[in-house]
C-alpha cells in the first residue's frame, strides 16, 4: 500500500483543479469573468473576448469518465471511497483493468495501474462530445497532440487522448 505523503496530496490536489468546475475554488478564473467585464456577447473572431459555443446550445462540458493511472489501484480505490463515500467495482477489462465507480450525471470515475512500462500516473478528464472527429480536428487545428486516436471500448462508446503543453486529456462519444 502507498504512503501517504504531502507530495501525494498535492498531486491530488493539483490534479483536481485542472478539471472544469474548479473556478469555485479559484474565483478569479470565473468562466463568464470577461462577459461580465466587457458586458457584451463574445465572438469567435475576436481573441480577446470569451466565445462559448456550448451555451448556444444550452448544455455545458460533461465529464464522462475520469481516469486515474496509479501504480496502486487499492490505495487509490481506498482513498476515493473514503473522501467520497463511494464504491468500486470489479476491474472492467473493456477499461483496461479500471475498477469503477459513479459521477453524478451519468459518468464515471476509473482507477487502473498503467498498461504499459512507460505509461506515468496521471488523472485524465474524457470531455463527453457529440462528434469525436470533428473534436479531434479542432484539437488538431489548436496545436494539441493527438496520443490515441478514436478508439471503440465496446458498450462504451468511443475516446481519443490528447495532449497539450503535456497536459492530457480526453474525448468522449457515446
Not at 470577461?34 to 448556444?56: I, M, Q, R, W
Not at 469503477?100 to 451519468?106: H, S, Y
Amino acid at each position: 500500500m502507498s504512503k501517504i505523503t504531502r507530495r501525494n496530496i498535492l498531486r491530488v490536489g493539483l490534479a483536481w483543479l485542472s478539471f472544469p468546475g474548479a473556478f469555485i475554488l479559484n474565483p478569479g478564473c470565473m468562466p463568464d469573468q470577461d462577459k461580465k467585464a466587457s458586458n457584451e456577447e463574445g465572438s469567435p473572431h475576436d481573441p480577446l473576448k470569451v466565445f462559448d459555443k456550448s451555451t448556444d446550445k444550452g448544455n455545458a462540458m460533461k465529464i464522462q469518465y475520469l481516469e486515474f493511472v496509479t501504480p496502486d489501484v487499492d490505495a487509490a480505490c481506498a482513498l476515493y471511497s473514503q473522501m467520497y463515500g463511494v464504491a468500486f467495482g470489479k476491474a472492467d477489462r473493456n477499461l483496461g483493468g479500471a475498477r469503477t465507480a459513479n459521477l453524478a450525471g451519468g459518468g464515471m470515475m476509473g482507477i487502473r495501474a498503467p498498461l504499459r512500462d512507460t505509461e506515468k500516473p496521471v488523472v485524465r478528464p474524457y470531455v463527453l462530445v457529440e462528434d469525436i472527429h470533428a473534436s479531434v480536428e479542432a484539437a488538431t487545428e489548436a496545436g494539441a497532440e493527438i496520443a490515441m486516436t478514436p478508439t471503440e471500448i465496446e458498450g462504451y462508446g468511443q475516446f481519443v487522448i490528447v495532449i497539450q503543453d503535456g497536459i492530457e486529456s480526453g474525448l468522449w462519444q457515446l
